[in-house]
């Protein structure tokens, strides 16, 4: 293998308050150790059309404390494709990219894994995706901020609901995982939390937040996760208003979306961003490839990419059984 001298470096997928904070520092660990780096626009899609951008330390200055990301992000169809994944091969030789630091989530990190598998070349990722669902890391990048705004609204839902006794239904994000809607619902006080790692029965939430409501004449929140398998905060309300026992309760639901993505990274995940964006470096100049940088347990650990796709992490039960009893 030739000693790499030029680096890309690229956001993609689900964008993450905290990738502007390792897209900086990839980018001054490379110009320290005299390596050329690339900023590759818009993800894969970018690297299809040869859309890239020389950087240095002026180019990533200023943008520690922003949210989204500098370069942007895309999915792209055409990546998944032989033919997209050739083009992107082309222009990334053509540009002299001798290796690849990759910024996102599960997604970014399998497609990566495909093209090295077919083009060899060195590639590294650092995890950063706001649903902390990533094998091989104990947080993402993005997780802490978004957890933190989450919990924010939730702490303003709460003052109009104890104000008029209402039941709020609200939904954070969570596709796949519900590491958001477990956390926020004990730092926010929730009374329930309902997850796609385990199946809430309807008629245990109607028995519980029924007699919660009605018995105690108190306001209650239920932090629902995007990819429940009851459906999703607006199906759970319809069901529920469907219900005689709850037709003098004022049910309302709020979907927290994508504000949970935006806005500024929080401190932890500046540092965590920081310190992943150079031990990617460092990976990829130890001769590392076809790997993810993590924390675990504090220390930077390595994690082959097909693991960190393919392997589920678990929630902490300890954790769901701690909602459960303080709810």
Known sequence: MDVIQKIGVFTSGGDAPGMNACLRAVVRKSVSIGLDVVGIRRGYQGMIE?????????????????????????RSKAFRTPEGRKKAADQLKAAGIQGLV??????????????????????VGCPGTIDNDLFGTDETIGFDTALNTAIENIDKIRDTADAHDRLFLVEVMGRDAGFIALNCGIGGGAEMVMIPETLTDLDEVKNHISSLMSSQHRSSIVVVAEGDENGGATHIASVLRADSAFENIDLRVCILGHTQRGGAP???DRVLASRLGVA????????????????????????????????????SYELLSLIQMLG
Request: aromatic share 6%; no cysteine; hydrophobic share 40%.
């Open 50 to 74: 040869g859309d890239f951008v020389d950087m240095d330390s002026k180019s990533v200055s200023n943008i520690v404390q922003k949210g989204g990301t500098i370069l942007k992000s895309a």
């Open 102 to 123: 990759a910024i996102g989530g599960d997604g970014t990190l399998a497609g990566a894994s495909v093209f090295y598998d077919e083009y060899q070349i060195p590639l």
């Open 266 to 268: 929080s401190a932890r």
């Open 280 to 315: 990617a470096v460092d990976a990829l100049m130890a001769g590392h490839t076809n790997v993810m940088v993590g924390i675990i347990n504090g220390e930077i650990k390595l994690t082959a990419s097909k693991n960190v796709w393919s392997r589920k992490k678990s929630i």
